[in-house]
Nanobody, 125 residues
Framework: VQLQASGGGLVQVGASLRLSCAAS????????RGWFRQAPGKGREFVGAINWNDGSTYYADSVRGRFTISRDYARNTAYLRMNSLKPEDTAVYYC???????????????????WGQGTLVTVSS
C-alpha cells in the first residue's frame, strides 16, 4: 500500500486548507484511514480518522468542529478539511491506513500499518 499526502502550504490564521491522502496498491475496502500530525519538537498527535466502509469518523478534541474528514470511493482518497486554522495547527500532517478502526483505537498510531510521507502545514499569525 502506498499513501500520498498532499495539499499542505503556508496560510494565515483563520484560513482553510484541504489535505488529500491518495492510496494505491493493495488497499482494502474496510480499512481505516487516519490523520496524524507532528509539530516541531513534539511527538506525533492524532488528528482524526475515518472508516472506509461506513464513513464513521473520529476526531481529536483539539480539532473537533474545525476539521472534517471525508472520503472519495472512486479516487480511493481521503480528505482532511481544515477550517479556522490556528498557529498551533502548524505541523507535518501524515495519513495512515490499516484495519477498521473504532473509538477505542482510532487515536493510536499503532492501529495503522501504512504511512504516507507527510505534508507541511504552516499557519502564520
Amino acid at each position: 500500500v502506498q499513501l500520498q499526502a498532499s495539499g499542505g502550504g503556508l496560510v494565515q490564521v483563520g484560513a482553510s486548507l484541504r489535505l488529500s491522502c491518495a492510496a494505491s496498491g493493495r488497499t482494502f475496502s474496510s480499512a481505516g484511514r487516519g490523520w496524524f500530525r507532528q509539530a516541531p519538537g513534539k511527538g506525533r498527535e492524532f488528528v482524526g480518522a475515518i472508516n472506509w466502509n461506513d464513513g464513521s469518523t473520529y476526531y481529536a478534541d483539539s480539532v473537533r468542529g474545525r476539521f472534517t474528514i471525508s472520503r472519495d470511493y472512486a479516487r480511493n482518497t481521503a480528505y482532511l478539511r481544515m477550517n479556522s486554522l490556528k498557529p498551533e495547527d502548524t505541523a507535518v500532517y501524515y495519513c495512515a491506513t490499516g484495519p477498521p478502526i473504532y473509538s477505542g483505537n482510532a487515536y493510536r498510531a499503532d492501529s495503522y500499518n501504512y504511512w504516507g510521507q507527510g505534508t507541511l502545514v504552516t499557519v502564520s499569525s
